[in-house]
């Protein structure tokens, strides 16, 4: 994790942020994995640090990226009705913008 956790810090210092996005996908993931707290704060900073990315605000990716992540976000702090708010908003932006990776991943969400 600290590895991912320094390529991802990396990314963003060098402002190469078109690859932010997958690097914070994975380390919210890894993050959320047990759902204890230090775990969610450190992913809701992540989250929230790729939202901030002002140059990559309207991009598809990221909008689709953000909503999975707040999604499992809610679903580790156990806010089951966001939970299912922004999964459900995840898979039909998946859908719309045909994203196949994403629909399979939204698909696979409980």
Not at 2 to 22: E, I, P, V, Y
Not at 25 to 31: P, Y
Not at 60 to 78: D, N, P, Y
């Amino acid at each position: 994790m600290s590895k991912l956790r320094a390529a991802n810090d990396d990314l963003f210092a060098g402002w190469q942020f078109g690859h932010c996005t997958a690097t914070t996908r994975l380390l919210v993931q890894e993050l959320l994995v047990d759902s204890d707290e230090p775990g969610v704060r450190e992913a809701e900073a992540a989250i929230e640090r790729l939202a901030a990315v002002q140059i990559l605000d309207g991009l598809a990716i990221q909008e689709v990226t953000l909503l999975e992540l707040r999604a499992l976000l809610a679903r580790a702090k156990g806010d089951e009705v966001a939970y299912r708010q922004l999964a459900d908003r995840y898979r039909a932006m998946a859908t719309s913008l045909g994203f196949e990776g994403h629909i399979e991943w939204a698909e696979a969400m409980p």
